[in-house]
C-alpha cells in the first residue's frame, strides 16, 4: 500500500491550503485515514482522522479551522485548512488503516509527507 500526499506549499497567515492523498495498492477496505503533522523540533501530532462513515475527530489546535473529507470510492481523504497560523507550519503525514483483505488485520501506513509553510 502506498500514500501519496500533495497540496503542501507556502502561504500567508490567514491563507487557506487543500491537502489530497491517494492510496493504492492491496486495499479491501480503509477503516481510519487522516492526516498527522511533525513541526521542528517536535514529536508527530495528529491533526485530523475520520473512520469509513464516521465522525470526523480534530486536534483542539485545528478545531473550527480545518476540515477533514474523505472519498472512499477513491480511496482518498483531503484537508482543508483555512486561517493559517504560523504554528501550523510543519510536515504533514497522511495515515491510513488498511485491510488488505476481507477478514484480514488491519496495518497502519504513512505516506511521505508535505510540507505546509505559513509566513507572518
Known amino acids: 500500500v502506498q500514500l501519496q500526499a500533495s497540496g503542501g506549499g507556502l502561504v500567508q497567515a490567514g491563507g487557506s491550503l487543500r491537502l489530497s492523498c491517494a492510496a493504492s495498492?492491496?486495499?479491501?477496505?480503509?477503516?481510519?485515514m487522516g492526516w498527522y503533522r511533525q513541526a521542528p523540533g517536535k514529536q508527530r501530532e495528529l491533526v485530523a482522522v475520520?473512520?469509513?462513515?464516521?465522525?470526523?475527530n480534530y486536534a483542539d489546535s485545528v478545531e473550527g479551522r480545518f476540515t477533514i473529507s474523505r472519498d472512499n470510492a477513491r480511496n482518498m481523504v483531503y484537508l482543508q485548512m483555512s486561517s493559517l497560523k504560523p504554528e501550523d507550519t510543519a510536515i504533514y503525514y497522511c495515515n491510513a488503516n488498511v485491510q488488505g483483505r476481507s477478514y484480514g488485520p488491519a496495518y497502519s501506513y504513512w505516506g511521505h509527507g508535505t510540507l505546509v509553510t505559513v509566513s507572518s
Open positions: 495498492g492491496s486495499i479491501f477496505a480503509i477503516n481510519v
Open positions: 475520520q473512520s469509513s462513515g464516521g465522525m470526523p
